[in-house]
């Protein structure tokens, strides 16, 4: 059984900047293309972005760009989300989750598990 441990998230004002961290266990980590979800209050949970195996590949929400970086650290079993030019609308829990391929990173109706998340609050 995987499990996901998020954290990072806090208050931060509009423009600022954010560093989130999910640490994984339960499953061979480097094996695994890892990504980042987010759920806004009343709103479906969603893609951000996502890393291959390698962190040879990216993806990314077509509204984040340029904006949002995903990075892993395989010796430490953790993926990372660096979060710059925050906007009041970045305001969600934030969670991350690992699957075989990228593919599978892209809808978050995939998965049936997850972590608790990391909230992160934008003021304006």
């Known amino acids: 059984q995987v499990q996901l441990v998020e954290s990072g998230g806090g208050l931060v004002q509009a423009g600022g900047s954010l560093r989130l961290s999910c640490a994984v266990s339960?499953?061979?980590?480097?094996?695994?293309?890892t990504g980042w979800f987010r759920q806004a209050p009343g709103k479906e949970r969603e893609f951000v972005a996502a890393?291959?195996?390698?962190?040879?590949?990216?993806y990314y929400a077509d509204s984040l760009k340029g904006r949002f970086t995903i990075s892993r650290d395989n010796a430490k079993n953790t993926v990372y989300l660096q979060m710059n030019s925050l906007k009041p609308e970045d305001t969600a829990v934030y969670y991350c989750?690992?699957?075989?391929?990228?593919?599978?990173?892209?809808?978050?109706?995939?998965?049936?598990?997850w972590g608790q998340g990391t909230q992160v609050t934008v003021s304006s």
């Open positions: 989750n690992t699957a075989r391929t990228t593919t599978y990173l892209r809808t978050a109706s995939y998965f049936t598990s």
């Open positions: 339960g499953r061979t980590f480097s094996s695994y293309a």
């Open positions: 890393i291959s195996w390698n962190g040879g590949s990216t």
